[in-house]
């Protein structure tokens, strides 16, 4: 049941969201992800570092 509600309140705030946040929150996410499963802060930061640049330049641009 909680999981439920905490679901809907985080599409309730998803639907405001201004897609220039995007990039940022996908990279933060990556660097998160790789740093809890990989444990190394260097592959981390380079990881999270490309998707951002990626994103920036290919998604965000147009």
């Known amino acids: 049941m909680t999981g439920a509600l905490l ?5 309730d705030g998803v639907t405001g969201l201004d ?4 990039a940022p929150l ?3 996410a ?3 992800g790789l740093h ?3 444990r190394n802060a260097l592959l ?3 990881g999270g570092t490309t998707v951002h640049v990626i ?3 290919t998604v ?3």
């Open 26 to 28: 996908t990279a933060l």
């Open 7 to 11: 679901g809907s309140l985080i599409a």
């Open 44 to 46: 981390s930061i380079l």
């Open 36 to 38: 809890l499963r990989r």
């Open 19 to 22: 897609f220039a946040l995007t």
């Open 30 to 32: 990556v660097t998160v």
């Open 55 to 57: 994103l920036v330049s």
């Open 60 to 62: 965000m641009a147009s």
